[in-house]
């Protein structure tokens, strides 16, 4: 049977798949989140897609262009962390400055009483 969006019931049953397949998804992501080698990995492609870089090149729209589709998928990623696990990123950010040489937000204030 072919969908018709014009049928309530049609249009019932896709909304009714959508939903059970994103808490699905958003399961499948908690599961990964769960481990702490799914955190490590999700922050490697949330710094690979360069979600928390600005992607702006006023010399090559080109490169903008391709950088910003990367930067898109990581803030789609970065969305759907939030909405699976809204406690997983503040985590992450923890583990990364803890098994890092990353300064901590509080090491530049330091720097300035000195």
Known sequence: MKYDPTDPDAVA????LAAVKQQRDLADLRAVL???E???W???VLEQTAAFRASYD???P???SFAEGRRS???WLLAELQQAAPDAFPQMIAETWATSQLPTPH???DEHLR
């Open 107 to 109: 090491d530049d204030e």
């Open 42 to 44: 999700i922050w490697r």
């Open 58 to 60: 006023p010399d090559n």
């Open 34 to 36: 769960a481990l702490a």
């Open 38 to 40: 799914g955190r490590r």
């Open 62 to 64: 080109i490169r903008m």
């Open 73 to 75: 998928t990581g803030l």
């Open 13 to 16: 049953s896709e909304e009714r």
